[in-house]
């Protein structure tokens, strides 16, 4: 890699990690709530589980010795991890009885599902390609099923018509943030950063495509308050259809 090309890949994992941490920060309104109204209400705590796989996945596959030159994918990831936890410790705190013992499982689900890769990748697999190939897919994997996640919402602004739900700034910095990962991985030339992030940039151009077009008709619809998790468009699509009524 040329001295231009490593700026401009530093640049660029600097943008993903700003926006990055934007979109790990964007659920804390609805933990305050949590939080003050001593109950997780009708929240769901799947989302932050899920997140949490994500990020551990995505922080190990920039390791020196899974994947080079990666460090900036480690350093956002690595923040993301601590910033889940916190999400899910606080949604396992509050929760009702049911929805703890349902959140605690797939918590423990999708630690054993990292501590098998992680495991894998260390004792079983001692070619540095062969171990890069076999984290990159498996966080790849995760990384589309988190980037597709808003499809819900967006399916929901087209039958209502309105962009209540898919707040402008949040669909602004899953577009920024799809876009300088998409370019990162570009200039490193890692399919597991640019294919996964191209998606996303893809689909967080989709979300304002679609706001500029149904944002004049936000004022026609009931307002409804709504939780991080859903303006990430990572809660169940039922409750948003159960709000709008």
């Known amino acids: 890699m040329s001295h231009h090309a490593k700026a401009l890949h530093l640049v660029f994992g600097v943008i993903g990690n700003g926006t990055g941490l934007f979109l790990f920060l964007s659920p804390s309104i609805t933990f305050k709530r949590i939080i003050t109204n001593r109950s997780t ?13 994500n990020c551990l996945l995505a922080a190990w596959y920039g ?5 080079p030159n990666n460090y900036m994918v480690t350093a956002i990831n690595g923040t993301g991890v601590v910033i ?10 509050f929760a009702a009885k049911k929805e703890k ?23 079983a697999i001692k070619q540095e390609n062969k171990r890069q190939l076999f984290c ?27 962009v209540e739900y898919m707040p402008f700034l949040l669909s602004l910095f899953v577009f920024l943030c799809g876009t300088s990962w998409f370019i990162y991985g570009l ?51 039922q409750q948003a259809k159960n709000i709008q009524s």
């Open 41 to 53: 209400e009708q929240f769901s705590g799947i989302p932050y589980v899920m997140a949490l796989l």
């Open 63 to 67: 390791l020196p010795f899974v994947s």
């Open 84 to 93: 889940e936890s916190v999400y899910v410790l606080i949604f396992l705190v």
């Open 101 to 123: 013992g349902r959140t605690m499982a797939l918590l423990f689900g999708i630690l054993a599902i990292f501590s098998t890769v992680a495991l894998v990748s260390v004792l």
């Open 136 to 162: 990159g897919l498996v966080a790849s994997v995760f990384s589309i099923i988190m980037y597709a996640s808003p499809l819900s919402i967006m399916r929901l602004v087209i039958r209502t018509k309105s």
């Open 187 to 237: 200039i490193g030339n890692d399919k597991f950063l640019y294919i996964p992030n191209g998606f996303g940039c893809f689909l967080g151009a989709m979300q304002l495509i679609l706001y500029c077009i149904y944002r004049k008709n936000n004022e026609d619809v009931k307002k409804a308050t709504i939780d991080g998790s859903l303006e990430m468009g990572l809660a169940n699509p």
